[in-house]
T-cell receptor, first 113, second 116 residues
Framework: GQQLNQSPQSMFIQEGEDVSMNCTSSSIFNTWLWYKQDPGEGPVLLIALYKAGELTSNGRLTAQFGITRKDSFLNISASIPSDVGIYFCAGHKTGGSNYKLTFGKGTLLTVNP | NAGVMQNPRHLVRRRGQEARLRCSPMKGHSHVYWYRQLPEEGLKFMVYLQKENIIDESGMPKERFSAEFPKEGPSILRIQQVVRGDSAAYFC??????????????FGQGTRLTVV
């Protein structure tokens, strides 16, 4: 089935550093979403992107919808210990099944205080 | 407002038993989606239901798995004769209408199924 290629798989950073992760696809998506999942919890929506080229911020988080509609990135600035978790990109395709989310495999972020 | 409620949070079943996972959507939401997450994987779509209707079950395994969302009560994901490969986290999401730009679905905390 359709997959989103998310990288890196994991990151180990020091508190205060900036982080960048991205997602690519061979298919066009009309929506890109970024989620965070804490251990034992469900995914929580961080940022939603609906237009190619769109750049959106949510506090220290910034995400962009690539102009080709086949990629997206998420940046976290000045990381703090509570940023630890798994970050997933996800997308909705166009057409009749636009309710289905396709997820990447996630980026595991570890922040050393 | 209570969020999407799933229970149980953890479920242990022996091979061959049945597993029933429940999902109560957010208040006012009539659309429910089930996803499965295998260890170290992203979530994968299983089924989309509205009240009393299965809209899309293209992600459901052909055998042993079924889902319902009755007029009253929670949505149920049922797995018969569980096998070890069914061990995963199962997430439910809900939205007030068919998903569009203004109605992204909200996820529950999931049910972690372990088959021993």
């Amino acid at each position: 089935g359709q997959q989103l290629n998310q990288s890196p798989q994991s990151m180990f950073i020091q508190e205060g550093e900036d982080v960048s992760m991205n997602c690519t696809s061979s298919s066009i998506f009309n929506t890109w979403l970024w989620y965070k999942q804490d251990p034992g919890e469900g995914p929580v929506l961080l940022i939603a992107l609906y237009k190619a080229g769109e750049l959106t911020s949510n506090g220290r988080l910034t995400a962009q919808f690539g102009i080709t509609r086949k990629d997206s990135f998420l940046n976290i600035s000045a990381s703090i210990p509570s940023d630890v978790g798994i970050y997933f990109c996800a997308g909705h395709k166009t057409g009749g099944s636009n309710y289905k989310l396709t997820f990447g495999k996630g980026t595991l972020l570890t922040v050393n205080p | 407002n209570a969020g999407v409620m799933q229970n149980p949070r953890h479920l242990v079943r022996r091979r061959g038993q049945e597993a029933r996972l429940r999902c109560s959507p957010m208040k006012g939401h009539s659309h429910v989606y089930w996803y499965r997450q295998l260890p170290e994987e992203g979530l994968k779509f299983m089924v989309y239901l509205q009240k009393e209707n299965i809209i899309d079950e293209s992600g459901m395994p052909k055998e042993r798995f079924s889902a319902e969302f009755p007029k009253e009560g929670p949505s149920i994901l049922r797995i018969q004769q569980v096998v070890r490969g069914d061990s995963a986290a199962y997430f439910c999401a809900s939205s007030p209408a068919r998903r569009n730009e203004n109605t992204e679905a909200f996820f529950g905390q999931g049910t972690r199924l372990t088959v021993v």
